[in-house]
């Protein structure tokens, strides 16, 4: 696939989406940046210099996601790229001292982290099948985030992992599913990454994370996912999967 794509991103003003749309567009790609932080997002798309946009947008709403791919088409022309970074996370035990998980909870955190990107996926697709094959009969490339916590989820993290495990177990039928229309879909589960959800860290908590991550022991560097990010996109080859990103971390139950 081209370098100069034209990428969708949730979750786009930050983050691991933020650093995706800075590689995107230093690489000559254009870039549609989505997100409910109006503020960040419309900096970071005016740092762009005219080759990012910046749109308002609820992963989980039919009618956001779908004005938002029509604002990226009436821009850019066409949507080759999807990156799904948009996520929350929240710690919460199946029974904790205030008694049993909240159930709106859990059902929150898989409505945006599941079912968002499952939004984004089933609309951007409808729109990728309309683009013209490449050489190689491609399409466009959809990525997804998961996480670690797929695999090895910690005490508290029953709604986090259970969305991010759907992640993970979707990439393939949808993969199987696009490969007549020239589609790949691949999935990114980063281990333990310098993102938002650290910041309120302090340093010695940041850098304890770090140490548990085998080699390099730190955290990872969002430009880290970005550079995967790219990878996928030009490698062919690259579908159907899930690939680690985290240092060889295995995480421990608590």
Do not use: W
């Amino acid at each position: 696939m081209d370098h100069k794509v034209v990428a969708f991103v949730t979750g786009g003003a930050s983050g691991l989406g933020e650093a995706t749309v800075r590689r995107i567009v230093n690489d000559g790609g254009r870039a549609m940046i989505l997100d409910l932080a109006v503020e960040r997002g419309e900096k970071l798309a005016e740092e762009m210099g005219g080759r990012a946009l910046f749109q308002k947008t609820d992963v989980t709403s039919p009618e956001s996601v779908q004005a938002a791919l029509d604002k990226t088409i009436e821009g850019f022309g066409r949507v080759d790229v999807v990156v799904n970074c948009a996520g929350i996370g929240v710690a919460e035990k199946v029974l904790g001292k205030k008694g049993p998980h909240n159930l709106d909870n859990f059902a929150k955190i898989l409505q945006i982290n599941l079912i968002g990107s499952f939004n984004v996926i089933r609309l951007a697709a409808a729109k990728m099948v309309e683009n013209g094959p490449n050489p190689g009969g491609e399409r466009g490339v959809i990525i997804s985030t998961a996480s670690v916590a797929a695999y090895e989820g910690q005490i508290g993290q029953a709604a986090y992992s259970a969305s991010k495990g759907g992640i993970v177990g979707m990439t393939l039928p949808i993969a199987r599913e696009m490969a007549i229309h020239g589609i790949r879909v691949m999935t990114i589960a980063p281990g333990l990454f310098e993102t938002p959800m650290f910041d309120a860290l302090p340093e010695e908590a940041r850098k304890s994370l770090g140490a548990m991550i085998p080699f390099p022991s730190r955290l990872g560097y969002p430009e880290e996912f970005a550079l995967l990010v790219k990878s996928i996109v030009e490698n062919p080859m690259l579908n159907g999967t899930t690939i680690r990103l985290d240092g060889a971390i295995r995480m421990q139950p608590r």
